[in-house]
């Protein structure tokens, strides 16, 4: 992630003006933290025709992630009446349930937008999301990411009410590999060369490594023709010393 340049006092400054002042409220963008969201957990895919390059898993016994998404079907504009006019217009697109904070879903669009302030010299492209309440009678919010840390370690997001909120329709689920969690085993590809394919097997105990059972394959190379390896079962259809056409029959 990015940092994004604007002072963070910004925030806490512009908290106090918002607390003491009288009349209507002023627009801007507050830090929220998130919590990351629990998957729910599907079988893993049996790749067809899939591509991969040379040092990707193409084999792996973890199941998948499953992530509601949904999709905006108009664009969302939000503008800060302090922090230097700081404004970001969110195109219209699918978004993915990724995290939750304080009783809403945030939902992280695919393609970051480009956030601009007033003051500053160049704008920044950015990740965002929305926030879809669990309450319906609580606002949609909407912002765009903000590492406060110089390490990433806190995901923070600055976000605000979003006045004219867009049509939303539910979108097909997303669904990613769960790597890392509980027992797993993999297949990696090395590249293909004088006749011969060569794949890395691993073991994990969650994110441990298990070394004493790692493997390094040969094979002699034959397009088309099943290739067999603990439980799993897999074609090559092409292989190149850059990536690897291949589909899976069986996984281990």
Same mark, same amino acid.
């Given at each position: 992630m990015?940092?994004?340049?604007?002072?963070?006092?910004?925030?806490?400054?512009?908290?106090l003006?918002?607390g003491?002042a009288?009349g209507?409220?002023?627009k801007?963008?507050r830090?929220?933290?998130?919590?990351p969201?629990?998957?729910?957990?599907?079988a893993a895919?049996?790749?067809s025709n899939?591509?991969a390059?040379?040092?990707?898993?193409?084999?792996?016994?973890?199941?998948n992630?499953s992530?509601?998404?949904?999709?905006?079907?108009?664009?969302?504009r &939000? @503008?800060s009446?302090?922090e230097?006019g700081?404004? /970001?217009t969110i195109?219209a =697109?699918?978004?993915? #349930?990724?995290?939750?904070e304080?009783?809403s879903?945030v939902?992280?669009f695919k393609?970051?937008?480009?956030?601009?302030?007033e003051?500053?010299v160049?704008s920044?492209?950015l990740?965002t999301?929305i926030?879809m309440p669990s309450d319906? &009678? @609580?606002?949609?919010?909407?912002?765009f990411?903000? /590492?406060i840390?110089?390490? =990433?370690r806190?995901? #923070?997001?600055?976000?605000m009410?979003v006045?004219?909120?867009?049509s939303i329709?539910e979108a097909?689920?997303?669904l990613?590999p769960?790597?890392?969690?509980?027992?797993?085993?993999?297949?990696?590809?090395l590249?293909?060369?004088?006749?011969?394919?060569?794949f890395?097997y691993d073991?994990?105990?969650g994110?441990?490594?298990r070394?004493?059972f790692?493997?390094?394959?040969?094979?002699?190379y034959?397009?088309e023709?099943?290739?067999?390896?603990?439980?799993a079962?897999?074609v090559v259809?092409e292989a190149?010393?850059?990536?690897?056409?291949y589909?899976?029959?069986?996984?281990?």
């Open positions: 990015k940092r994004f340049n604007l002072a963070v006092g910004a925030v806490a400054i512009a908290a003006a918002h003491c009288s209507p409220k002023r801007y963008f830090a929220v933290s998130v919590t969201a629990k998957c729910d957990l599907v895919d049996k790749p899939a591509s390059s040379v040092g990707d898993i193409i084999i792996s016994s973890w199941p992630c992530f509601d998404s949904i999709e905006t079907l108009g664009p969302m &939000l @503008q009446e302090t230097a700081t404004a /970001v195109p =697109g699918v978004a993915t #349930y990724f995290a939750d304080s009783g879903k939902y992280r393609n970051p937008a480009t956030v601009t302030a003051r500053d160049e920044q492209s990740e999301v926030l319906p &009678l @609580q606002p949609v919010r909407a912002g990411e903000f /590492v840390d110089m390490q =990433g806190r995901n #923070y997001w600055r976000v009410e006045d004219e909120v867009p329709r097909a689920p997303i990613r769960a790597h890392f969690q509980g027992f797993g085993q993999t297949l990696t590809y590249g293909v060369s004088g006749g011969k394919i060569r890395s073991e994990f105990s994110e441990l490594a070394p004493a790692k493997q390094e394959i040969e094979l002699d034959a397009p023709q099943p290739y067999a390896y603990k439980n079962r897999f259809h190149t010393p850059m990536g690897i056409r589909s899976l029959l069986q996984n281990f």
